[in-house]
């Protein structure tokens, strides 16, 4: 007969959303906030790798799922850290490669969250779910747009400085990120803006895929809640 988990393995269970909230929240504030002191590309490495691990660690239970998860989650680490590696063409494929990667897995991690939020009705842990899984859809497609900055530079325009002679800056990993997230929000203060059609394209779809994770969120949590009333 299987043992029952213990108490501190039980509270670590229903709450380990908590930690990949908490991971993802450093990632998206104090990553911005920390990045003059270890420079944009380091202080976004280090906490995107906590996420990595918070991710893997926490949402993957089952076998299969998490040994998936452990290959790309690897792939990605490594693709991350090796951009950091002395190189013209090569680190842009890199780079791409740890973009693309990240967003796989984190799509991957997504799937497993919502699924245990709806299916296994995660309980005190469902909304750290919930709220985690928005976050991290945001993060999902600010890898994508930089994927699509370092392949076609210029796929998002900036505002244009006050010195026309000047250079329009390119958006960096932050900037996506703030772009990616007042998308995923519908606010669209129209600051940066996409310019080539795959960079429109994918803008409208985050827009959508976050109005249909509010609506299905909501839907959810609510009808839980009331059947749990009724079951009362």
């Known amino acids: 007969m299987d043992a029952s988990p213990g108490p501190l393995?039980?509270?670590?269970?229903?709450?380990?959303?908590?930690?990949?909230?908490?991971?993802?929240?450093?990632?998206t504030v104090a990553q911005p906030l920390t990045s003059g002191l270890f420079g944009d590309r380091g202080s976004f490495d280090v906490f995107f790798s906590l996420l990595i691990a918070a991710v893997l660690l926490m949402v993957f239970e089952h076998r299969e799922r998490r040994r998936i998860a452990t290959w790309l989650a690897g792939a990605a680490f490594l693709s991350v850290w090796a951009s950091h590696l002395p190189g013209g063409s090569a680190v842009r494929i890199l780079v791409v490669a740890a973009y693309l990667l990240a967003a796989s897995f984190f799509s991957f991690a997504l799937y497993g969250i919502v699924r245990a939020v709806f299916v296994k009705q995660a309980s005190g842990g469902a909304?750290?779910?919930?709220?985690?899984?928005?976050?991290?859809?945001?993060?999902?497609?600010?890898?994508?747009?930089?994927?699509?900055?370092?392949?076609?530079?210029?796929?998002?325009?900036?505002?244009?400085?006050?010195?026309?002679?000047?250079?329009?800056?390119?958006?960096?990993?932050?900037?996506?990120?703030?772009?990616?997230?007042?998308?995923?929000?519908?606010?669209?203060?129209?600051?940066?803006?996409?310019?080539?059609?795959?960079?429109?394209?994918?803008?409208?779809?985050?827009?959508?895929?976050?109005?249909?994770?509010?609506?299905?969120?909501?839907?959810?949590?609510?009808?839980?809640?009331?059947?749990?009333?009724?079951?009362?």
């Open 127 to 232: 909304i750290f779910g919930a709220v985690c899984g928005y976050l991290l859809l945001g993060i999902i497609w600010s890898l994508l747009y930089s994927a699509l900055e370092a392949v076609s530079p210029g796929a998002f325009r900036m505002p244009a400085p006050a010195d026309a002679e000047v250079l329009l800056p390119r958006p960096d990993r932050g900037a996506l990120g703030y772009f990616s997230f007042v998308t995923l929000a519908t606010v669209g203060y129209g600051d940066i803006t996409p310019v080539t059609p795959l960079a429109r394209t994918l803008a409208w779809l985050e827009a959508i895929s976050g109005q249909f994770y509010l609506a299905i969120l909501v839907a959810g949590l609510v009808g839980f809640k009331v059947t749990q009333a009724m079951k009362d």
């Open 9 to 27: 393995a039980a509270i670590g269970h229903r709450w380990r959303f908590a930690v990949v909230l908490l991971a993802s929240v450093l990632l």
